[in-house]
């Protein structure tokens, strides 16, 4: 089985207009400013060597480095952020993955829905304060952390969306079955100068705004958000 065949790349291609949606809405650009590197690319290299696998032209000219990734709905009751820690863990010493040299400024990772090709929720990471989070945590208890990548030679290291702190996460966004939650969520929707805003219990950065929303539901956000500010 080539590549191209293997169950998580025909994912990854039918969630494509789904991770271009939540790109252009996060960072309010049009899908034009959205660049991959492909095999035949020269820039490959860059996705090989340093886990950046999409360039993203801000509306100011500037650019952001990114790498993104959806894992399939049976895994969604995980909920985790995963990345490649030994990309053989067999070899001795085991081969380093990806993430000992992940370049990518920001992550966009997450969960199809049972269409494969919509989110049920997506997280945008930012990757400076992600590693400098972990830093200080020893990598043999990582590396005892980590989980088989099924029956490949890689291992990843999983964390809970929700262990990990709010200023590594620069956008976040999850589907509800209740309007009500959903609503709540909106209302903290990701605002163009990241500003946070007080829960009863705690700031919290804004999540994203989806553009599925009504106009109408869209207006009782938008003044439910003024009442919060």
């Known amino acids: 089985m080539s590549f191209e065949q293997t169950p998580e790349y025909v994912l990854s291609m039918a969630m494509r207009p789904a991770c271009n949606r939540v790109l252009c809405h996060v960072f309010g650009i049009p899908e034009s400013n959205i660049e991959r590197f492909t095999k035949d690319d020269d820039l490959f290299v860059l996705d090989k060597e340093h886990g950046i696998d999409a360039r993203v032209r801000l509306p100011n000219g500037c650019v952001l480095l990114g790498q993104e990734k959806t894992l399939d709905y049976k ?5 985790t952020f995963t990345i490649e820690f030994w990309q053989n863990r067999y070899s001795s010493p085991q081969e380093p993955g990806e993430f000992f040299k992940i370049a990518s400024q920001f992550y966009l990772h997450g969960y199809a829905d049972q269409t494969g090709c919509e989110f049920i929720e997506w997280i945008i990471i930012d990757l400076f304060r992600f590693m400098i989070w972990l830093k200080d945590c020893p990598q043999d208890k990582l590396a005892n952390r980590t989980k088989p990548s099924g029956p490949s030679r890689a291992a990843f290291l999983p964390i809970e969306y929700d262990k990990i702190p709010s200023d590594c996460i620069y956008a976040q966004w999850r589907r509800s079955k209740d309007k009500s939650q959903t609503f709540k969520q909106g209302a903290l929707a990701l605002t163009s100068d990241r500003k946070e805003l007080k829960t ?30």
Do not use: H, V
């Not at 895994?75 to 909920?79: A, H, Q």
């Not at 700031?203 to 929303?213: D, N, P, V, Y």
């Open 200 to 229: 009863n219990k705690a700031q919290t950065l804004a999540k994203f705004m989806t553009e599925r929303l009504s106009s109408e539901f869209i207006n009782d956000l938008y003044s439910e958000l003024g009442k919060l500010i």
């Open 75 to 79: 895994f969604y009751n995980f909920r």
